[in-house]
């Protein structure tokens, strides 16, 4: 097929045909081919494909043209819709060969007719949202998909939606009677008979384990497996083979319980004292919380230890209370097995496991205990083993210093061919890059009000159209406090509203400047000059106290390695190349990117930074890379 893609992939083929903006570019036809022979090879590959490179239609026209089912995954609902709305039709049509596509969400994307129906008939429980409610049950009337994304005038925090999705603990199943008619098995089917199906990363680890498990398949067997944003997978399984118990499960199992007895005649008298037994000990436990830091590892629960055991066995009491009545109907087996889910969670919590790290985060009292697996490789392997299909890993961030081996030695990708393509943008003369002298150490208080100081003859040369990027949210508030004082440009900060209107503000507010923290180094994408400058505080260390982190470090000191260059370190560079990455998006873009920390000059791992950076032309000093904005904005 080589010369075919060649052909696909020139000035003259089916892409420049189908595609207005279409640019022929080397590194993509090269990944597009390296695909191509380990699909036809059955050998898995891991590929980093930067900025610029096209890695969605390298990936896609290989995986449509051969025609096996395939599974595509992505990093989040947004890219999923993008990939399956945009990008799918656009390679389908340009190829002209027809596959049946499907698109698949977690159950929380889709409206549940019967929990609609059961809580919009009840007006006196429901009154505070009774008019969304509304809002949904006229849209349900019409919708295709029944995905909520559609409706635009609930916000995405609104108790509704709880109300009118379902969970695998409430879902009816065959006992439904609104079955026939349900969006879930309707999607779920046409993932089914779908020769590509586009998930996101989390889904396709639940249905892994669902085929682990032997209790269902939700996704189709596989031939080729594609991870896209594959840099966020070993973080993700993480936390999908953590095991976890959290007070508002506990506390949807006791009000579940109660309302599922109503329908089973004489259940009632045999729950009541154990649900009232569980509430009571969650209050217990809850109260004991109160005073706990945010986050923290076990060792600091030896407070609240006494409260926990006693919930664990009032949940065993339920249990046992539940089990002779899980036959009378499907609610009452949903909490039978929630009961016996939870008791064993928080018993393995309490117990701990070898290998596993026990943390805790709360807020107020309201809790969540984690039992997290330090290694992912093992299991990874394993479930990868029971889809025999080949994997194609991609992402614009996976190679530190032009090496994988701290991505594949996490999940376990011993024998994967590598591939790096560097980007076809042209850095030395679209970009400068400037680190500021003489500033303060970052731990120092005054880091941040300096580092604004000197960077505000750039962004007075640009007009604002600045991205602000902090490490932490406390800097990005000291950050904004300071701008609001000094300046009068447009601030738009994260948390003041979701990230895609702060992205549109943004785009069409003149005199802007956004200010974001973790959620905005990655998947945000605004090209053109309404983006010119990229700011970043701190080199992007991980917070020293993740429980998660503190025994990862602890297990790789102990294993004989050194943990800073073996964690810390490459971890930090894949950070910061997410960051910087936000600058140049497409090829007429241009701008600086700032980096305010003085270590990636004075330590020697700064090195190592530097070499992982596009290759961008250094300014010396603020007052020339202003400059460098003022002609480029003027041409």
């Not at 370190?569 to 960051?579: D, E, F, N, S, W």
């Amino acid at each position: 097929m080589s010369e075919s893609l060649t052909n696909l992939f020139g000035p003259e083929g089916a892409l420049a045909g189908a595609l207005p903006d279409f640019r022929p570019r080397e590194g993509q036809l090269r990944l597009a081919e390296t695909i191509d022979h380990c699909l036809q090879g059955g050998q898995d590959l891991v590929a980093e494909a930067a900025t610029g490179t096209g890695k969605t239609l390298a990936y896609l026209v290989p995986v449509l043209l051969r025609g096996e089912r395939t599974i595509i995954s992505t990093g989040t609902l947004n890219l999923q819709d993008q990939l399956f709305r945009r990008d799918l039709p656009l390679a389908l049509k340009a190829l002209g060969v027809e596959r049946k596509v499907a698109l698949l969400k977690g159950r929380a994307n889709y409206l549940c007719l019967h929990r609609l129906e059961r809580h919009i008939s009840e007006p006196e429980l429901f009154d505070d949202v009774m008019d969304e409610l509304r809002i949904v049950q006229r849209w349900a009337r019409h919708t295709n998909s029944g995905e909520i994304s559609e409706i635009d005038d609930i916000p995405s925090g609104s108790r509704t939606w709880p109300l009118v999705t379902s969970t695998q603990d409430n879902c009816l199943g065959s006992e439904c009677p609104f079955l026939s008619d349900c969006h879930l098995v309707h999607a779920r089917r046409q993932a089914q008979e779908a020769d590509v199906v586009v998930v996101n990363h989390h889904l396709l680890f639940a249905d892994m384990a669902l085929k682990q498990t032997g209790f269902g398949e939700v996704l189709p067997g596989a031939d080729t497996v594609v991870i896209d944003e594959a840099h966020q997978v070993p973080d993700t399984a993480m936390r999908f083979f953590s095991r976890g118990i959290s007070a508002w499960q506990v506390r949807e199992l006791a009000r579940d319980t109660l309302a599922a007895s109503a329908g089973a005649a004489g259940s009632l008298r045999l729950l009541q004292s154990p649900v009232a037994n569980l509430r009571a000990a969650l209050e217990q436990a809850v109260s004991a919380c109160v005073d706990l830091p945010r986050r923290g590892e076990y060792s600091a629960l030896r407070d609240c230890l006494d409260e926990f055991h006693v919930l664990s066995r009032a949940l065993n009491d339920l249990s046992r209370a539940l089990d002779p009545l899980a036959e009378r109907t499907r609610d009452l087996s949903n909490c039978s097995d929630r009961a016996v889910a939870l008791h064993d969670g928080l018993h393995a919590f309490l117990e701990g496991k070898e290998g596993y790290v026990r943390w805790f985060s709360s807020r107020q009292g309201r809790f969540q205990l984690n039992l997290t697996p330090l290694d992912v490789a093992a299991p990874l392997t394993e479930l990868r083993e029971r889809v025999p299909a080949t994997w194609v890993m991609t992402s614009a961030t996976l190679a530190v210093n032009g090496r994988f081996e701290h991505f594949t030695r996490r999940l376990g990708l011993d024998s994967a061919e590598e591939l790096v393509v560097e980007s076809p943008f042209d850095y030395p003369e679209q970009t400068r890059l400037w680190i500021p002298e003489n500033l303060p150490e970052p731990r120092d208080p005054a880091h941040t009000e300096r580092l604004l100081e000197e960077v505000m003859p750039l962004v007075r040369a640009a007009g604002g159209r600045g991205f602000l990027l902090f490490t932490a949210h406390r800097a990005l508030q000291r950050a904004a406090h300071w701008l609001r004082a000094h300046t009068d440009f447009n601030l738009l900060i994260q948390e003041d509203a979701p990230r895609h209107v702060l992205l549109e503000r943004f785009r069409t507010t003149p005199n802007s400047l956004l200010l974001g923290a973790a959620s905005f180094w990655e998947g945000v994408d605004v090209p053109g000059q309404a983006l010119s400058i990229v700011v970043i505080d701190k080199l992007p260390f991980a917070a020293p106290d993740d429980p998660v982190l503190e025994a990862t470090l602890k297990a790789v000191r102990e294993s004989g390695e050194n943990p800073f260059t073996t964690v810390q370190l490459p971890q930090a560079v894949l950070a910061l190349k997410q960051g910087a990455g936000r600058l140049i998006r497409q090829w007429n873009d241009f701008g600086v990117l700032v980096l305010g920390d003085p270590r990636i000059t004075q330590k020697p791992y700064g090195r190592l930074f530097l070499k992982s950076l596009p290759p961008m032309t250094r300014a010396h000093s603020a007052a020339e890379a202003a400059e460098f904005l003022r002609e480029r904005l003027a041409a």
